[in-house]
C-alpha cells in the first residue's frame, strides 16, 4: 500500500489532543477521535470526525509485525461494505504509523465477541 508521510500526527491532525480523545488503547495500538476538516483549495466545505489508529513503528519491530500491519492496511482499503469502516488515509511519521478510519459509535471487537459467546453459551 502507498503511506505517505508527515512530521507529526498533530501536522495532519491539529484536533487531536492526546488522551483527550483517546476512545481505546490495545496491542495494534491507540484509537482517538478527531475532527477532520475537507477541503477544497484553501477553502473548508465539510468537517467529519474520524476514528485516528496510532500504531507506534516500534510495536512493529519484527519484519512479520510490520507485515501484518501492512496487510491490515490492504484489507481495509480493499473492504467496500456498509457494516465495515472506511479507511480515508494512512501515513507515517518517524516514530507511529497512522490510519484514518472512519468514525463509528459502539462498542469494540472484544465487547461484541463477548456479547456473542455469552449469547452462545446461554443458548446451549
Not at 490492504?74 to 456498509?82: D, F, G, S, T, V
Request: proline fraction near 3%; charged fraction near 20%.
Amino acid at each position: 500500500p502507498t503511506i505517505g508521510y508527515h512530521a507529526s500526527v498533530n501536522q495532519r491532525f491539529p484536533t487531536l489532543k492526546g488522551d483527550l480523545a483517546k476512545v481505546g488503547s490495545g496491542g495494534g495500538g491507540t484509537v482517538h477521535f478527531v475532527e477532520d476538516n475537507i477541503t477544497a483549495g484553501n477553502q473548508i466545505i465539510s468537517t467529519r470526525t474520524l476514528a485516528v489508529k496510532v500504531v507506534k513503528k516500534s510495536t512493529a519491530r519484527s519484519y512479520h509485525m510490520w507485515k501484518l500491519l501492512l496487510r491490515e492496511v490492504e484489507l481495509q482499503q480493499e473492504c467496500n461494505h456498509p457494516n465495515i469502516a472506511r479507511l480515508y488515509e494512512v501515513f507515517q511519521t518517524p516514530t507511529e504509523v497512522i490510519l484514518g478510519i472512519e468514525a463509528a459509535e459502539g462498542r469494540s471487537l472484544r465487547q461484541a465477541w463477548e456479547i456473542i459467546k455469552r449469547q452462545d453459551h446461554t443458548s446451549q
